[in-house]
């Protein structure tokens, strides 16, 4: 079966010298968990901003976390079991962690759960109205200490997810290059990249085209494909690449 | 003051990356943050601090040595 499993609010800044897992570092365990327990196989992990208002306890950035897993039925419970002990005993003291677990082709509104997803990056939530969303789409969710506040994020994360049009890959790409130029035929053959887009025009780049590549090369979730946005280059001389990658700037909004 | 009074909230609210990199620069506290939470192109950024966090219109410091900063 198709899952997805989201978390929110496992951490805390540092503070008196402890350093702290963050939320992607906790997410990237559990989907190594599943994997390394022969539970099923997992995708990237995406991050998802959520609304930043006066009246939301949030760490630092209020993002939650994200990724989609094929596992067998019987591997459910034990990973929801293990989700919640995980999350129970390494989140920060106190950070307030929330576990959602939905299974996709059981949620019986796909549309609800996006908009709740939505709802949360503009509209300030209670965890009522996440558990109400979650017992009528027959989702888990659970709070694994503090105010538990952080199911809230988790199934506004689970929402975007499953919507596709949200949110930025965990981690950056590690691609092979001499002088970081590559064809687009090569990043999608050395990653997960599905296309390389420029999001201005809407143009999908093809094979032989060339991209240079900056420093921080992250892609996007755009239409349920993981997206590597690029910007035209100003001059082009024969043999330049056309496009450049976005540099962190440009990535902040995603 | 680089950082206002009572909450210390960044005066340059989240686009002034100049003077974001510049206080950082002179900030021995400065944490580089998870890579996948930086925005800022400057390495060394309050933008890309761990101890920045973001609020509607710019950001406070969370670690109280930072208010040290102040021109």
């Known amino acids: 079966m198709r899952i997805l499993v989201s978390i929110d609010d496992t951490d805390t800044v540092k503070v008196d010298n402890v350093d702290v897992r963050g939320t992607g570092e906790m997410a990237e365990l559990i989907a190594k968990a599943i994997e390394d327990n022969g539970w099923g196989s997992c995708q990237p992990i995406t991050r998802h901003q959520l609304l930043i208002h006066p009246d939301i306890p949030y760490t630092s950035h209020n993002s939650s976390m994200c990724f989609a897993a094929n596992?067998?039925?019987?591997?459910?419970?034990?990973?929801?079991?293990?989700?919640?002990?995980?999350?129970?005993?390494?989140?920060?003291?106190?950070?307030?962690?929330?576990?959602?677990?939905?299974?996709?082709?059981?949620?019986?509104?796909?549309?609800?759960?996006?908009?709740?997803?939505?709802?949360?990056?503009?509209?300030?939530?209670?965890?009522?109205?996440?558990?109400?969303?979650?017992?009528?789409?027959?989702?888990?969710?659970?709070?694994?200490?503090?105010?538990?506040?952080?199911?809230?994020?988790?199934?506004?994360?689970?929402?975007?997810?499953?919507?596709?049009?949200?949110?930025?890959?965990?981690?950056?790409?590690?691609?092979?290059?001499?002088?970081?130029?590559?064809?687009?035929?090569?990043?999608?053959?050395?990653?997960?990249?599905?296309?390389?887009?420029?999001l201005e025009t809407g143009a999908v780049l093809h094979d032989d085209e060339l991209v240079l590549l900056g420093d921080w090369v992250k892609t996007i979730l755009h239409y349920g494909q993981a997206v590597l946005p690029v910007s035209p280059v100003n001059e082009i001389g024969t043999g330049s690449p056309g496009w450049k990658t976005y540099s962190k700037k440009q990535m902040k909004d995603f | 003051?680089?950082?206002?009074?009572?909450?210390?909230?960044?005066?340059?609210?989240?686009?002034?990356?100049?003077?974001?990199?510049?206080?950082?620069?002179?900030?021995?506290?400065?944490?580089?943050?998870?890579?996948?939470?930086?925005?800022?192109?400057?390495?060394?950024?309050?933008?890309?601090?761990?101890?920045?966090?973001?609020?509607?219109r710019s950001f406070v410091c969370l670690n109280k040595a930072g208010f040290i900063w102040t021109v």
């Open chain 1, 71 to 198: 596992i067998e039925s019987t591997y459910l419970k034990p990973l929801i079991d293990f989700a919640a002990d995980f999350l129970a005993c390494e989140s920060a003291p106190d950070a307030d962690p929330g576990l959602c677990i939905a299974i996709i082709e059981r949620i019986s509104r796909p549309g609800w759960l996006i908009s709740f997803g939505y709802m949360a990056k503009n509209y300030v939530l209670t965890k009522e109205n996440a558990y109400d969303l979650a017992e009528k789409l027959g989702i888990h969710l659970s709070e694994h200490g503090g105010t538990g506040l952080g199911v809230i994020g988790a199934l506004a994360g689970a929402g975007l997810r499953l919507g596709g049009n949200d949110g930025r890959f965990k981690g950056k790409l590690k691609l092979k290059t001499k002088d970081n130029t590559i064809t687009t035929g090569k990043i999608c053959s050395q990653s997960q990249v599905d296309i390389v887009k420029c």
């Open chain 2, 1 to 56: 003051m680089l950082y206002t009074n009572g909450e210390g909230e960044f005066r340059g609210s989240k686009d002034d990356w100049d003077l974001a990199a510049q206080i950082a620069e002179k900030c021995v506290e400065f944490k580089a943050d998870d890579e996948d939470e930086m925005v800022a192109d400057e390495a060394v950024s309050c933008y890309n601090c761990r101890y920045r966090r973001w609020t509607v």
